[in-house]
């Protein structure tokens, strides 16, 4: 008789929510935006921007992310894809270094757009950016 006293208690003193969590509106809010123009990643809910390498190649619009496991040197592990088309995935992910000649990092650091549009379409961004990123889920390329 007491332990169905006590679940009582608890189940009353549980908050109730009078509101649906909409998890389409929330979703639709952690976007993320990227100016194929500036070569410029935006957060849409912090309007912190970032330098990205691009290439021409590149889709516009707007696209849903998700996460796939890689075990492809020079991704660290993860990519975040957003189009595929027959056999290539369009991904955001870390600076690809594997081909030093190419200059990868400091080109993301460069001032010149022209210098940051070199990529085969994939978005490449920073460690803490990439890390950022997977807190959002729709993409939209302008």
């Known amino acids: 008789m007491m332990r169905n006293w006590f679940w009582a ?54 696209f849903d992310l998700t996460i796939y496991a890689t075990d492809k040197a020079g991704y660290g592990g993860d990519v975040i894809g957003f189009k595929q088309e027959n056999d290539f995935l369009f991904a955001l992910h870390r600076v690809w270094t594997l081909k030093p000649e190419e200059h990868r990092l400091e080109r993301i650091a460069s001032a010149r757009v022209s210098d940051r549009i070199m990529t085969n379409g994939c978005i490449n961004v920073e460690n803490a950016v990439y890390d950022k990123l997977k807190q959002y889920f729709v993409l939209e390329v302008i």
């Not at 009078?18 to 957060?43: G, N």
């Not at 921007?49 to 619009?61: R, W």
């Open 9 to 62: 208690v608890i189940l009353c003193v549980l908050p109730i929510s009078t509101q649906a969590f909409d998890f389409q509106s929330f979703k639709k809010s952690r976007k993320v935006v990227v100016h194929a123009d500036r070569a410029e990643l935006c957060f849409t809910d912090t309007q912190d921007c970032h330098p990205v390498l691009l290439g021409k190649t590149t889709p516009k619009g707007k």
